[in-house]
Every structure is written in C-alpha cells, then in structure tokens.
C-alpha cells in the first residue's frame, strides 16, 4: 500500500471533488443525497441550498417531491441531528446511531432526573402505537399525559425521540413551507423498518467516497460512533493508505478521485450547516486560520462561502420592507479582486435562487475586520 504524503491542498481538492464542489453535477438530487450519505437538516431549507450548489439546473421541487413521495426523510442520525437522507439510508443508518442517542439521553440535564428509574418499555410500546400517524410534539405529550399521568410528559417525549425512530414528516422541510415538527415512526411512514444489523464497514466505506482521505479521527467526528479503529483496521485490506504534512495517516478508497492540487475551484456558497464542513476531526483543508475572524458579526451568518476551496467568507440574505433583497457577503482580508468579482456572480446567482421574487437584488461585499 502506498505511503505517499498528500498536502493539504490535495486534501482540499480531493474534498471538493467527493462533495460534488469542484463542479455541478449533473446527477438527480435522491443520488446526491445517497452519495453524501445524507445532508445536515436541522435548518429544514439548508440541504436545499446545499443541493444547489452541487447540482446543474437544480430545482428545489423536485426535493420537495421526494419528501412528499416519501423517498427522502428528515431524521437524527449522525451526531444525533436531523439529515435528510433516502428512506433506504435510514433504515441503515438510525439502528447504527441508537448508542450515540442513548447517550445523549442519558446526560440530558433537563430529561434525565425526571427518567431515572422509569421503565421505558411500555412507554415506547404506547408510542410506537400513537407515532403510527403523525403527531406534533404537544399532541404527543398531551397523549402522554393521559396515559402516563404520575410522569414528565416532556421527559417521555424526549425519550421516544432517543428511543424510536422518527421521522418529521412533510410540511416541514418542503420548500417554501414552514411547519411546526411532526413526527410519525421510520416504518409507519416509509413502510421500510430500521435494519437489524446494518453494516458499519459499509457506511464507513461510502464516507471515504464523499470525505475522503481521512483519518480514523476524522471518521469518528462525522458519525460520532466509538470503535472507529477497529474498523478502519478491518478494512485495511482494501484501503490505500497516505500520510498528511503533519505525517497522520490517511486511508481512502483506492480508485477514488484525488484531483491535482492545482485544479480551479470555484466559489461556492454553503447553508448555515453543511456536512463538509462538520465531518471532519481537523478541519484545516477547509477552514483556514482567519475563519474565527468572519464570525464576529452582530448578526449571524446565513452561511458561508468557499474561496479557492476554503472558507474566506460568510453569507446573510436580507429583505428590505419593499422587497428587495441585499446579500451581504464578508469576506477575509487578501482575496484578490478577481476572486471577490467570482464572489459576486456566484452570489448573485445565489440571491435569484433563494429571492426570486424579490423586487430588487444586490450583492454587498464587507472586509473582516
């Protein structure tokens, strides 16, 4: 197996090329979704843009379609956050994740004190049952409370979230739309049960397609599991393996795309949350030294923006009483003129696919301080 040293602007490109970042892809968004092994989706809109940015001719649409049809679903699964990720995919991936979950349950200041001692069984037997259509959460904990009447009705609810696996159900997440969380089981809604022994080699093998190179630290940070050494070492066999400037070791698919460092890169503008920007123990191939600077806005970020493959900048949309939209774009200190006019016409891009109907467009740029 080879040893070579991949810089970290190898690293980088060969990032973007898996994340679909290099170029718009043209592939259907159920693929893209199954190939980055979901899309962070707490913010509901965010895997749109997202999409947006990896897919020629995108159309939002068509996202919302799948969710209705039910072919993609927003559920916890990695890092115990919402995705959004095929109906297949989840019945794989929420069984691998319970531990992480449990976990969580277990610390939750607010939820834990109220469970302790509680047999959940016939709770999560109640719930199962009750979750077989879609019910808001105050629906929920008013069913709980019925039932349940000697215990913490929210307790309960947060423990079936833990427990069972859930699914928010459409409105929420359909584009344009905004709807309060709703949730009904993985199989109640999607006819497809969890898996009973989903394979974590598997998974592991398609972050490397989408992530990779990466650590085994880097493979944890993005699904949070414990064991990752084991099985990177159990894959070994059919990994390449490389080394990074800082001599860690790298593992990867061996045919999987590593781009010449030199390659362009485009700039590409990122939801709040993106997963390429989470998944990593070490993020320097994306976030350089300067990133802490773009954060110290008054008002949060909407995003933020990759430069020459980095992040050089952050994003906010706002709309004026009378329509308009202004994107605000601020940016690092040292970005030549060209980057920053390629900056700009992405942006502007960007602000007739979230603001079509906006009575007027800008795109502003603003230096860090």
């Known amino acids: 197996m080879g040893r070579d040293v ?15 970042l290099l170029r718009r892809a043209d592939r259907a968004p159920e693929s893209v979704v199954e190939h980055l092994v979901g899309m962070q989706a707490q913010v509901p809109h965010d895997p749109y843009l997202g999409l947006w940015s990896r897919v020629e001719a995108f159309r939002p649409d068509d996202v919302s379609a799948l969710l209705l049809d039910r072919r993609l679903v927003r559920i916890v699964v990695m890092r115990g956050t919402i995705h959004l990720v095929t109906a297949a995919d989840a019945s794989t991936l929420r069984p691998l994740v319970q531990h992480v979950l449990d976990l969580e349950l277990a610390r939750h200041p607010d939820h834990a004190p109220p469970l302790e001692g509680v047999d959940l069984d016939p709770v999560l037997a109640v719930a199962r049952e009750l ?49 309060q969380v709703t949730n009904a089981t993985l199989d109640a809604w999607t006819g497809r049960p969890v898996e009973a022994a989903p394979s974590v080699d598997a998974v592991v093998l398609r972050y490397l397609a989408a992530f990779g190179p990466a650590t085994t630290a880097d493979v944890a940070a993005w699904c949070r599991l414990t064991g990752m050494r084991e099985v990177v070492d159990r894959l070994a066999p059919r990994l390449r393996t490389f080394r990074d400037e800082r001599g860690r070791e790298l593992v990867d698919l061996p045919d999987a795309p590593r781009p ?45 923006v990759l430069v020459d493959g980095t992040l050089q900048a952050v994003w906010r949309l706002t709309r004026a009483d009378d329509g308009a939209a202004t994107l605000t774009v601020t940016h ?38």
């Open 6 to 20: 991949l810089s970290a602007r190898a690293l980088n490109r060969a990032t973007l090329e898996r994340q679909l």
């Open 131 to 179: 979750l077989a259509e879609p019910r808001t959460g105050p629906q929920l904990r008013s069913l709980f409370s019925e039932r349940f009447p000697d215990l913490d009705a929210a307790a309960l609810a947060y423990a079936c979230r833990c427990k069972l696996p859930l699914v928010q159900v459409p409105p929420r997440g359909v584009w344009g739309r905004s709807a």
């Open 260 to 304: 010449d460092p030199d390659t362009l890169a485009p700039p590409r503008f990122l939801p709040e949350y993106d997963n390429v920007l989470l998944s990593y123990a070490d993020r320097t191939r994306l976030v350089g030294e300067d990133a802490p600077r773009l954060f110290r806005a008054r008002e949060r970020a909407h995003g933020t």
């Open 332 to 369: 690092a200190e040292g970005l030549t003129r060209r980057r920053l006019d390629a900056v700009v016409a992405e942006g502007r891009r960007l602000v007739r696919f979230l603001a079509a109907d906006a009575a007027g467009r800008d795109v502003h740029l603003v230096r860090a301080t």
